[in-house]
């Protein structure tokens, strides 16, 4: 369980396969109510209970009428109705359509017993108050919602590992679903370590810097749908390192222990990240930049993250590799694909083929195009974390490219 | 404050213009914490209390150095000097850096008195225990970051009305700011109207649907950043509508009630906005399909919202006039821009010059191109909304679309 074993650097792809051949297929599940679902990702497949419509429905402001009734109507030679009342809106319509006559129906009022076709107010003209002229012939069906015709009883309605948007909440409610199961969130303990590193609400003595990863870490997995636990700011002594770490893991589903910024601190790291459990470590060093000394492992059936000290690199390496481990623990079946804006390249960047390049960017819109200008000196300032709107993904496989270029930009 | 004046249907842009003539420049403020500031709206710049590192630090793991004693280095021609000891990590370094020697250093390390540099510890070789060779000259300032280099105390962090990152958090902690004035969400009151809608515990008598769009356009408010408040199914009739509609206003910010699905719903429930208050209807319809039945209303200082009754013309509107509305009671300074996917078109597309046309449509990626497919059938189908991952946008001034072109797509 040590990590003497020689590590080569993998694509974060290849750490997250490794990874997830340790996790569980499913998630565990909560019943909750409709109005605390949204953005929450369904345990189990989501089937309508009932047909909807209820009942057959207008479509349309206008006439139920007998389609046969209308046959060969035109301008020129209307087919004439009795109106015989009118359809009421909310209830039963339970007056059979007789032959030769018309209700008048709203749309979303129930067509009445014997009627098969609405015809719209706009093809029709009174011609006293109990009578109707139709214009155009209507066909059977027509601006009719059938019983059923828009979700069956049984029907899937969501699969399982379905992130709830706003719209399936409402065609749940339609169809009066008013819980769900959902995968239960899972916990997340965020741990940063370093003699040099003190937490935000302290007065740092010299020499000291108050912890970044902590807040911007918790922030990032709340987003991405996990519940945050704080374990505070470990100093450089193994022992410590390894208590907090261990009592982490106990109570959360998953762990990321951010590491000081000295080679030292790193090593001492990775080292009681490979003690904690089995199989330990599985990626020690990870194919991007920002972010390579970054450490992915399984202790005893969790998952624990060793991510760089840099703050820039830490959130970087925290959406490459610990945001999929959420989505996966949540029984999220897509993958995500965060939203990117193509736009120009406002200066040419260098790359290296077999690694992913992730630069933070201003984004600016001129003259009607994006253009993306990197965010340029020392990565480990935080301004540039305040000033990059986005940040530029150069692939795996692209080397250096040049000003102008079309690159994809995703939010920062 | 009747809606008998001629209301000619505009843009939305336009609908919005005229809104916003009322309402107040700036958003009411609370004082929160920093766990609970992700997402939530500046109410004033954030400024840099203190310089940022506050004391000059090694960018490098290396030596820390004195530049001119590496003058001409080289590895020919290395410079010798004598290793006095190691900066500690998290400690202040007083010890001052004697002319020829050298301090190991961390990255993250403070540099010590006298020092000007920090040579990387690849362009060193270690001689004995106590001696070490550079093989490259240094330059006053290499690998070091200033006191106030990253940000200068008085420096402007953040601007008012901008919305709260992971990376803006992480900002404030590093600087010790551990409570933000924010803008307290609007509180937004959600009505529905129509005799045949019930709600969506309820189970419907023949004639009677459930309720779609108070759970649709809650949870859009709530993505927004607003507070829901449910009022609600009133049923057709005037004084009851109104007596609910005046309920809502009292206790919220801003009021939405989407109208029941036949036309003299419609028209009581303009009356009845129209009736709450000055200067009652600002825009009644507004050219966007769907969704031209929309009212946008103000009532004694208080945006007033009809929304047609079909849940995908509901939502289609929400979007385009009231989540603006909200982002402006936040004080959210930037417009915002959804983040658009392009995508080309899986079939030709209708559209009328003069409105704007948003299609729900199914996400394809297919051949390394994403393809979107419109959701045909029609617009009342609830099917539709689960369906749909996203809505295509027809510009204003744009005619029909061929087959292939390519649209802008927005998540849906």
Redesign the interface.
């Known amino acids: 369980m040590t990590t003497d074993i020689f590590f080569q650097i993998v694509a974060p792809d290849e750490a997250l396969a490794r990874l997830f051949e340790h996790l569980p297929r499913s998630a565990r599940s909560e019943r909750i109510g409709?109005?605390a679902a949204?953005d929450r990702v369904t345990a189990a497949p989501l089937m309508s209970p009932e047909d909807?419509?209820?009942?057959a429905r207008s479509?349309m402001?206008g006439y139920a009428v007998r389609a046969a009734d209308t046959y060969g109507a035109s301008e020129g030679l209307p087919a004439f109705l009795t109106v015989d009342g009118e359809v009421?809106?909310?209830?039963?319509?339970t007056r059979p359509l007789r032959p030769g006559t018309a209700q008048l129906i709203?749309?979303?009022?129930?067509l009445p017993p014997e009627a098969d076709a609405v015809v719209m107010v706009e093809y029709t003209q009174p011609v006293d108050e109990t009578s109707v002229e139709v214009l155009r012939p209507a066909a059977p069906g027509q601006h009719v919602?059938q019983t059923g015709?828009?979700?069956a009883a049984g029907d899937e309605?969501?699969p399982a590992g379905h992130q709830l948007?706003?719209?399936?909440?409402?065609?749940?409610?339609?169809?009066?679903i008013?819980e769900v199961d959902a995968s239960i969130p899972p916990v997340i303990g965020v741990l940063s370590s370093?003699?040099?590193?003190v937490p935000?609400?302290?007065?740092?003595?010299?020499?000291?810097?108050?912890?970044?990863?902590?807040?911007?870490?918790?922030?990032?997995a709340?987003?991405a749908g996990a519940e945050v636990r704080q374990f505070g700011v470990a100093?450089?002594a193994r022992a410590e390192l390894e208590r907090r770490a261990r009592k982490a893991l106990d109570t959360c589903d998953l762990v990321v222990i951010s590491a000081?910024?000295?080679?030292?601190?790193r090593d001492m790291t990775a080292d009681v990240i490979g003690s904690l459990g089995s199989p330990g470590v599985l990626a020690h060093g990870i194919a991007v930049k920002p972010g390579k000394p970054t450490i992915v492992a399984m202790a005893d059936g969790k998952p624990v993250f060793g991510l760089p000290?840099n703050?820039v690199s830490a959130?970087v390496v925290f959406g490459l590799v610990v945001v999929p481990t959420i989505r996966r623990l949540l029984g999220l079946k897509a993958k995500e694909e965060p939203?990117?804006?193509?736009a120009r390249l406002a200066r040419s960047l260098a790359s290296q083929s077999g690694r992913i390049d992730l630069v933070p960017a201003v984004l600016q819109r001129r003259e009607g195009e994006w253009w993306a200008d990197p965010v340029l000196g020392?990565s480990?300032?935080?301004?540039t974390?305040?000033r990059?709107s986005g940040l530029i993904r150069i692939p795996l496989d692209a080397g250096g490219l040049p000003k102008g270029a079309w690159v994809d930009v995703e939010?920062?």
Chains 1, 2 share one sequence.
């Open positions: 409709l109005n949204l909807s419509p209820a009942f479509a402001d009421p809106m909310g209830a039963a319509a709203h749309t979303g009022g129930m919602i015709e828009d979700l309605l969501l948007r706003a719209q399936d909440l409402g065609v749940l409610a339609a169809l009066g008013t370093g003699d040099e590193v935000a609400s302290t007065r740092p003595a010299p020499g000291k810097v108050r912890d970044v990863n902590a807040t911007t870490l918790a922030a990032l709340c987003r100093p450089d000081g910024s000295s080679v030292s601190t000290g703050p959130m939203p990117q804006r193509p020392p480990n300032l935080i301004a974390l305040v990059a939010p920062f």
